[in-house]
């Protein structure tokens, strides 16, 4: 703690303060409190027990062959170049690549919760990508889920009462930025853009808003959240 504290204050490293806080609290350090913070965490979140084995394999550079459950699916073995561990509203995801899905993902996005068995390969060489690239793939997502395709949008969406200060405050992507301020007693609203996949993620979040918000553009996404709200 001591050591991590001589970063705080140098620019991009704002981060620190909230797990210089963490650390303090959870072990207790210089009086606090426990119960004064308190952090996001799921006791029964499933899968955590290959954490530290797909951990040691993306720093051992080996490769893994992981058995894998797919909902209403008969679970298969599949063999993984693993690169990163990414969280993502508290839930795990490993991701690598797979040579049998290659030529149409890049990348694969494994949530951990849903492996029964991990190993490391033997004589089986890993294939390396850049963290660049992997930051690059996840870029114009909103969340894990990666279209093949890759188009990006730009997302426009008109916000009012409660839904446009939650978006100003808690933006749904780093890119978003507010085009429109219209400031008129009850018709107020704010426009929002981003620029951004539509993948199911962005689809839940803008759900969350219900009634207070209109999508201006795609027309796509207006339709799909159209028959959603309707169902």
Not at 108 to 124: A, C, E, K, Q, Y
Not at 128 to 134: D, K, T
Not at 168 to 191: A, C, L, W
Request: proline fraction near 3%; aromatic fraction near 12%.
């Amino acid at each position: 703690v001591e050591m991590l504290s001589r970063f705080k204050g140098l620019p991009n490293y704002e981060w620190l303060n909230q797990m210089l806080t963490e650390l303090k609290v959870r072990f207790g350090l210089e009086g606090t409190a426990k119960d004064s913070v308190a952090f996001a965490h799921n006791d029964n979140l499933k899968g955590l027990q290959w954490f530290e084995p797909l951990f040691q394999a993306i720093n051992g550079k080996r490769v893994v062959a992981v058995m894998y459950h797919r909902f209403g699916k008969p679970a298969r073995r599949r063999v993984i170049h693993p690169y990163q561990l990414r969280q993502y509203n508290y839930r795990w995801y490993l991701v690598g690549s797979e040579d049998r899905l290659r030529e149409r993902h890049r990348l694969v996005v494994l949530p951990i919760d849903r492996m029964s068995d991990v190993h490391t390969m033997d004589g089986v060489e890993i294939r390396s990508e850049s963290a660049y690239q992997i930051e690059r793939y996840f870029y114009n997502n909103v969340g894990v889920s990666v279209l093949p395709e890759g188009k990006v949008d730009v997302v426009r969406v008109k916000a009012w009462s409660y839904a446009a200060d939650y978006m100003e405050t808690k933006p749904i992507h780093f890119s978003q930025r507010m085009v429109e301020n219209h400031e008129s007693g009850d018709d107020s609203y704010k426009v929002f853009e981003w620029q951004v996949m539509v993948n199911e993620e962005l689809v839940q979040q803008l759900l969350v808003y219900a009634d207070q918000c209109e999508i201006l553009h795609p027309e796509t996404l207006k339709n799909k959240i159209s028959r959603r709200a309707k169902a």
